[in-house]
Nanobody
Framework: QVQLVESGGGVVQAGGSLRLSCAAS????????WGWYRQAPGKQREWVAM????????HYTDSVKGRFTIIRDRTVNTAYLQMTGLKPEDTAVYYC???????????????WGQGTQVTVSS
């Protein structure tokens, strides 16, 4: 099965940019969609960006529209989340997910690991 590892987080000033990475440890399966989620302290995990399988549009939660973009690199089975115009409310641990065939690798009750921390200072 495919294992996912996030990286690229850090501390930035409000208005700054970060590019997060999500690397797949296996390349024997075709990933047909990528998704990004985040979890702020004391809150539940929420989705922030989601690709549509089959070449459909990428959806973004209202709070990040126009600022976040999913980018994929098929040659290394990696996806990125390009974040610009960061705000303090974007502070959270960020996670990725990937869809293989008709199922997402990480389920709602699974352990999603450590993610990557993004901290935006005001």
């Amino acid at each position: 099965q495919v294992q996912l590892v996030e990286s690229g987080g850090g501390v930035v000033q409000a208005g700054g940019s970060l590019r997060l990475s999500c690397a797949a440890s296996e390349t024997k399966f075709t990933i047909n969609a990528w998704g990004w989620y985040r979890q702020a302290p004391g809150k539940q995990r929420e989705w922030v960006a989601m690709e549509t399988p089959g070449g459909g549009p990428t959806h973004y939660t209202d709070s990040v529209k126009g600022r976040f973009t999913i980018i994929r690199d098929r040659t290394v089975n990696t996806a990125y989340l390009q974040m610009t115009g960061l705000k303090p409310e974007d502070t959270a641990v960020y996670y990725c997910n990937a869809r293989v065939e008709n199922a997402w690798i990480r389920g709602g009750y699974d352990d999603w690991g450590q993610g990557t921390q993004v901290t935006v200072s005001s």
